[in-house]
């Protein structure tokens, strides 16, 4: 291959990729944003299509009639369950609200005795005696005093922005209602029109890298919610046992943590138990301690079942995958950040990256031929 032929190629190459995350990261997100009433109709063509599929073979329902029944249905229950829990979690959330300033001042008198308990500890070992944990008790009461800001009613601003958006959520419920039934409904038709104007080399490949995306990020999000839900139980029937004020939100904080790979229980549970142990609260010091070691147990005991080895990443990649996600967008990021690992890494077995990662290595080789200088003197 010619050189400037090979640097044509290359240049296309990487002009490709270029626009590709420049899709990926910044167009697409907002030409979904833009689209979102498609995007649910289509989530939820996704969610009724199996029952729709059911009714037309067993009951014999047309499609269109099935699809109108099946829309209706879900609906139905998505109103009713978002109702339900909306109903229940507000209740819970405006008591919480209540008790939190009580909670707050109570957690930092706990703390300062703790650390007062553990600087007496200290100073009777020889080493640690001029040791100070005021120091750090500072600290920790500067950090909460930084989780109370702005606490407080919704403001009027807010609730009049909220106002002026019911017309336009309105048109987007009823747009996203008939686009999921277009969607099951002339879901051959559609199918059709993809096969006719999309190449079928591009098909089959897409086909493939959905199908391994779906094993491996669905079974992902479905193993770690099970586990979650899970944890969430035990921490939640601990917590009772305990008597735990507000144990359901607070298992749910703990559970949520314990579905990050690198956190866990332990990341609430040991600290607390920690400063029970400092304040004299050995019994709630104790429970504490057993309850994070029967959810270890129990996370180490399900998770290869439900997780298996197929669907994760090694520990490292995790880790730094995660690290990253948190730079980039915090807590949400890092959260993001393991299943878009497992994609890219899915898309790198698939040979998506092989082309770039040809361009990249013959740069390199071009580049080390190039300076490469010949040491060797005649005589």
Same mark, same amino acid.
């Given at each position: 291959m010619k050189l400037h032929?090979? #640097?044509l190629k290359i240049f296309c190459n990487l002009a490709v990729a270029v626009m590709t995350v420049v899709l990926l990261f910044y167009a697409l997100p907002r030409i979904l944003a833009y689209f979102l009433? !498609? =995007? &649910?109709?289509f989530v939820l063509s996704l969610i009724a299509n199996p029952v729709v599929k059911f009714l037309e073979k067993k009951i014999k329902i047309k499609r269109k009639y099935g699809s109108a029944l099946m829309i209706i249905l879900v609906i139905g229950a998505i109103v009713l369950v978002c109702y339900g829990l909306f109903s229940l979690l507000l209740n819970g959330l405006f008591s919480f609200a209540q008790y939190f300033p009580t909670m707050y001042h109570e957690a930092e008198k706990e703390l300062v005795m703790a650390a007062e308990q553990a600087e007496k500890f200290l100073n009777q070992i020889p080493f640690w005696k001029d040791f100070k944990i005021s120091g750090m008790g500072e600290s &920790?009461?500067? !950090? *909460?005093?930084g989780l109370m800001p702005e606490f407080g009613q919704p403001t009027v601003l807010a609730i009049g922005g909220f106002a002026k958006n019911i017309p336009n959520m309105l048109i987007g419920l009823v747009i996203g209602l008939l686009a999921t039934y277009y969607f099951i409904a002339d879901k051959e038709k559609m199918h059709a029109a993809v096969e006719r104007y999309v190449p079928k080399s591009f098909q089959e490949r @897409?086909?493939? @890298? #959905?199908g391994k995306l779906m094993m491996v990020v669905g079974g992902y999000f479905k193993a770690q919610f099970k586990i979650m839900l899970i944890i969430y139980v %035990? %921490? *939640? =029937?601990? *917590?009772? *046992? &305990?008597d735990v004020r507000y144990a359901w939100l607070i298992g749910f904080g703990i559970a949520f943590l314990d579905m990050l790979p690198v956190f866990g229980t332990g990341t609430v549970l040991c600290p607390w138990a920690v400063v029970k142990l400092f304040t004299g609260d050995y019994q709630m010091a104790a429970g504490l301690l057993v309850l994070y070691v029967l959810t270890l147990t129990i996370h180490q005991l399900i998770q290869p079942k439900l997780v298996g080895d197929s669907v994760g990443m090694d520990p490292f990649s995790t880790l730094v995958f995660m690290y990253i996600g948190f730079k980039i967008n915090g807590v949400i990021g890092m959260i993001l950040a393991i299943p878009i690992g497992m994609i890219l890494g899915n898309l790198y077995e698939a040979g998506v990256f092989d082309t770039l990662i040809w361009c990249v290595r013959e740069i390199v080789d071009d580049f080390n031929r190039f300076r490469r200088v010949n040491t060797d003197k005649k005589e």
């Amino acid at each position: 291959m010619k050189l400037h032929v090979k #640097y044509l190629k290359i240049f296309c190459n990487l002009a490709v990729a270029v626009m590709t995350v420049v899709l990926l990261f910044y167009a697409l997100p907002r030409i979904l944003a833009y689209f979102l009433p !498609f =995007v &649910i109709g289509f989530v939820l063509s996704l969610i009724a299509n199996p029952v729709v599929k059911f009714l037309e073979k067993k009951i014999k329902i047309k499609r269109k009639y099935g699809s109108a029944l099946m829309i209706i249905l879900v609906i139905g229950a998505i109103v009713l369950v978002c109702y339900g829990l909306f109903s229940l979690l507000l209740n819970g959330l405006f008591s919480f609200a209540q008790y939190f300033p009580t909670m707050y001042h109570e957690a930092e008198k706990e703390l300062v005795m703790a650390a007062e308990q553990a600087e007496k500890f200290l100073n009777q070992i020889p080493f640690w005696k001029d040791f100070k944990i005021s120091g750090m008790g500072e600290s &920790i009461e500067d !950090f *909460l005093n930084g989780l109370m800001p702005e606490f407080g009613q919704p403001t009027v601003l807010a609730i009049g922005g909220f106002a002026k958006n019911i017309p336009n959520m309105l048109i987007g419920l009823v747009i996203g209602l008939l686009a999921t039934y277009y969607f099951i409904a002339d879901k051959e038709k559609m199918h059709a029109a993809v096969e006719r104007y999309v190449p079928k080399s591009f098909q089959e490949r @897409i086909s493939y @890298i #959905y199908g391994k995306l779906m094993m491996v990020v669905g079974g992902y999000f479905k193993a770690q919610f099970k586990i979650m839900l899970i944890i969430y139980v %035990v %921490v *939640l =029937v601990g *917590l009772l *046992l &305990i008597d735990v004020r507000y144990a359901w939100l607070i298992g749910f904080g703990i559970a949520f943590l314990d579905m990050l790979p690198v956190f866990g229980t332990g990341t609430v549970l040991c600290p607390w138990a920690v400063v029970k142990l400092f304040t004299g609260d050995y019994q709630m010091a104790a429970g504490l301690l057993v309850l994070y070691v029967l959810t270890l147990t129990i996370h180490q005991l399900i998770q290869p079942k439900l997780v298996g080895d197929s669907v994760g990443m090694d520990p490292f990649s995790t880790l730094v995958f995660m690290y990253i996600g948190f730079k980039i967008n915090g807590v949400i990021g890092m959260i993001l950040a393991i299943p878009i690992g497992m994609i890219l890494g899915n898309l790198y077995e698939a040979g998506v990256f092989d082309t770039l990662i040809w361009c990249v290595r013959e740069i390199v080789d071009d580049f080390n031929r190039f300076r490469r200088v010949n040491t060797d003197k005649k005589e």
